[in-house]
Structures are given as C-alpha cells and as structure tokens.
Antibody, heavy 124, light 110 residues
Framework: QLQLQESGPGLVTPSQTLSLTCTVY??????????WGWIRQPPGEGLEWVGT???????YHNPSLRSRVTISLDTSKNHFSLNLRSVTAADTAVYYC????????????????WGRGTLVTVSS | QSALTQPPSVSGSPGQSVAISCTGA?????????VSWYQHPPGTAPKLMIY???NRPSGVPDRFSGSKSGNTASLTISGLQAEDEADYYC??????????FGGGTKLTVL
C-alpha cells in the first residue's frame, strides 16, 4: 500500500524559507506515469495547490506564489521536497503531499494518494 | 486561474441522498472530463472519491457517483451514512498542467 509522509519544521520565521520533505513508501518516485505534488490548507480555509513535479523532473507551480516555490526529487532517498522562500504569515497552513496519477496517460490526472499533512506556522 | 464554486454546506439525514455542485467557467471545465472529487474529514488525509467526472476508484462505495452537465459538475451521495460527514472538494486539472480547487462543501449528516 502506497504511503506518503510529510516532514519538516513546524515553525518558520517570516522572510525565511519553508522546507518540507515528502517520503514515499511503496512506490518509486521515478515510476513513469506519476507526478508528485504539494497542496496546502490555511487555517479555516480550503485546499490550495502549491506545485507539482513529474517523474522526469518537470515542475509546475501555482502562479499566485510568484516563483517563490522550488520542488525537487531526491531519487536516492525516494522523496521529493518543497522550498517556499520569503514566507509570511499567509503561508501558515497544513501542507499535504500527494501522488498525481494519470492511468499512464490514459486518463486525466487525479490525486490518488495523499499524506496526512504537516502544520507549518510562520511566526517570529 | 479559473475559480470553481461550491456551496459552503449541505446536509441530509441518514439514508437520504445529497448532491454537491461545482461550477466552473473555463473551457477546461466544460469541454473535458478533468474534474475530480475529494473527501476530507478533519485532521485526516484527503481521499480521492471520483476522477474524470464519473470514475470511482476501487474501494470507494458505489453510493458515491459523479456527473457533469455543461459547466456544473456534481457529486451525489446516496444512502447517506454518518461516516460520510466531511468536507468535499472538487478540483480541475487545467490544460496548463495546474490545479484549481473549489472552496469546499461541508457535509453534515443530521
């Protein structure tokens, strides 16, 4: 059974960089046909997509984050990471990682497995 | 990015059926089957319930069904159970390889 687990600091100082890792168990992040994404949920609000990285390393991010986002793969550790620069209180949220599947190109993408999420608070 | 509009809340009694709507304005939404639905009980991981508008992943009860008419997609839950109480989100995978989520709908089982 595929499992995803987020990890990283729960508290980040304003203007610094938020760094999170998602470790994948039960599948290889280089498995063709899958991409890996980050989604967040600010307190009391809905889900917001942050960005995605494909098995080949192509990345896409939410335009509203103004290129503060970097997503990368570490194949040796079978995990992928999120760096969000110049954070403010508005970046306080539960951050989820998820697998994006597309039936190996046979169907439109959907997020079929999610981690339980990790709360990151931006505060001095 | 295009916005997806969902009602803030819906409710129903056990055994009843409820429908949650999701309205989008873009051609990505109306012309293609790019919509998926997620169940999110508080404090847990979101769960995929429907993909490509109507497809149900294995393990999801057939009480959950999806449909789309024009620019409105719907998630229908029949035979409502207490365990169905959660937030539900529709989402759209756009032609620009980005994701848009609806604002979420809180389902209350009375």
């Amino acid at each position: 059974q595929l499992q995803l687990q987020e990890s990283g600091p729960g508290l980040v100082t304003p203007s610094q960089t938020l760094s999170l890792t998602c470790t994948v168990y039960g599948d290889s992040i280089t498995n063709t046909g899958y991409s890996w994404g980050w989604i967040r949920q600010p307190p009391g609000e809905g889900l917001e997509w942050v960005g995605t990285i494909s098995y080949g390393g192509a990345t896409y991010h939410n335009p509203s984050l103004r290129s503060r986002v970097t997503i990368s793969l570490d194949t040796s550790k079978n995990h992928f990471s999120l760096n969000l620069r110049s954070v403010t209180a508005a970046d306080t949220a539960v951050y989820y990682c998820a697998r994006q599947a597309s039936c190996r190109g046979g169907c439109y993408p959907h997020l079929d497995y999610w981690g339980r999420g990790t709360l990151v608070t931006v505060s001095s | 990015q295009s916005a997806l509009t969902q009602p803030p809340s819906v409710s129903g009694s056990p055994g009843q059926s409820v429908a949650i709507s999701c309205t989008g304005a873009s051609s990505d939404f109306g012309s293609y089957n790019r919509v998926s639905w997620y169940q999110h009980p508080p404090g847990t991981a979101p769960k995929l319930m429907i993909y490509e508008v109507t497809n149900r992943p294995s393990g999801v009860p057939d009480r959950f069904s999806g449909s789309k008419s024009g620019n409105t997609a719907s998630l229908t839950i029949s035979g409502l159970q207490a365990e169905d109480e959660a937030d539900y989100y529709c989402s759209l995978y756009t032609s620009s390889n980005t994701w848009v989520f609806g604002g979420g709908t809180k389902l209350t089982v009375l």
